[in-house]
């Protein structure tokens, strides 16, 4: 079993910064791909950012320039630093992890949310 704590969401004005962190544990032989995703109200869930076990990345465009995804592979931790926040990325962030098991089989993982609200 595998579980992955969110945290650093919270109440923000526009143009401000927020740190999300999602840590992973239990049975974990590693982890591939992390991604934060958000889901505003009315809305799909979207991909925010993802980055692999080598540290590519990839944004979505409405928050390149400003969103900055990392990971600590000894931690088994994620991370999302956004900059310059504005009220449309008001949204439930998601945390999901692609883990591999020790019996070597991948499961998704998601976090349980943490909500990011910028006011105007």
């Known amino acids: 079993q595998v579980q992955l704590v969110e945290s650093g969401g919270g109440l923000v004005q526009a143009g401000g910064s927020l740190r999300l962190s999602c840590a992973a544990s239990g049975s974990i032989f590693s982890i591939n791909a992390m991604g934060w995703y958000r889901q505003a109200p009315g809305k799909q869930r979207e991909l925010v950012a993802a980055?692999?076990?080598?540290?590519?990345?990839n944004y979505a465009d409405s928050v390149k320039g400003r969103f900055t995804i990392s990971r600590d592979n000894a931690k088994n931790t994620m991370y999302l630093q956004m900059n310059s926040l504005k009220p449309e990325d008001t949204a439930v962030y998601y945390c999901n992890n692609k883990v591999v098991v020790p019996t070597g089989h991948n499961y998704d993982y998601w976090g349980q949310g943490t909500q990011v609200t910028v006011s105007s």
């Open positions: 980055i692999t076990s080598g540290g590519s990345t």
